[in-house]
């Protein structure tokens, strides 16, 4: 048997939302999964009131708990995210040291990023940002947001000029530019 009761949230003792579960057992207890949820366990027959009196003892030794578990959760999630960006650079950086040494251009590093924004610009002219998910186009994407990228480091700007320049090393950019403003523009910095 399984009752949900969300707890009203008071000012000052704010106890977390709770799942009862009943059974045949003598005594109250409580757990917390690994997704943070709490979860009561109680023996049938016994009253909500009392059960919330016992989680209510708990409250602050509760929350410590939870506050540890969905921490370590964002821990996860940040190696989720440096994999990815790691996985990400294995794939572009190829293409931007073959055609820098191609343009005869040069930088000083490269960011991968996982920012969720859709524009944003290069604080440091001489960094390339490239979103991670950039990784998983076509090579032609690729290489496409590689050169025009790298035609910044020669044109600050979107010139007649820098648009010649991108297509002395990507002759098929006009296309590639236009399957990236229909799949994902917001890979773009700038
Ligand atoms: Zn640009």
Same mark, same amino acid.
């Given at each position: *048997? +399984?009752?949900?009761? @969300?707890?009203? $949230? ?6 977390? !939302?709770?799942?009862?579960?009943? =059974? &045949?057992?003598k ?23 009392k ?22 959760i964002s ?8 994999q *990815? +960006?790691?996985?990400? @650079?294995?794939? $572009? ?6 055609? !820098?040494?191609?343009?005869?251009? =040069? &930088? ?59 297509? +002395? ?19 773009w910095?700038?």
């Open positions: *048997m +399984k009752l949900i009761i @969300l707890s009203p $949230i008071k000012k000052y003792n704010m106890i977390p !939302a709770y799942t009862i579960q009943y =059974s &045949y057992r005594t109250v207890s409580i757990r917390i999964n690994r997704k943070g949820e709490l979860i009561v366990s109680a023996p049938i027959g016994i009253s909500e009131q059960v919330h009196d016992f989680v209510k003892a708990k409250n602050n030794r509760i929350i410590q708990k939870i506050e540890y578990i969905k921490k370590t821990d996860k999630d940040m190696d989720v995210s440096k *990815m +960006k790691e996985h990400a @650079l294995i794939q $572009i950086l190829p293409r931007v040291e073959y055609y !820098a040494d191609m343009m005869h251009v =040069s &930088y000083t590093n490269i960011k991968i990023t996982t920012a969720q924004t859709k524009r944003w610009s290069c604080s440091n002219r001489w960094v390339l940002m490239f979103h991670w998910k950039l990784s998983q186009f076509p090579i032609s994407i690729v290489d496409y947001v590689v050169v025009h990228e790298l035609a910044h480091l020669v044109h600050f700007n979107h010139s007649k000029d820098f648009w010649w320049l991108v297509e +002395k090393y990507h002759p098929e950019y006009r296309f590639s530019k236009k399957r990236l403003k229909e799949n994902g523009s917001w890979l910095l700038w």
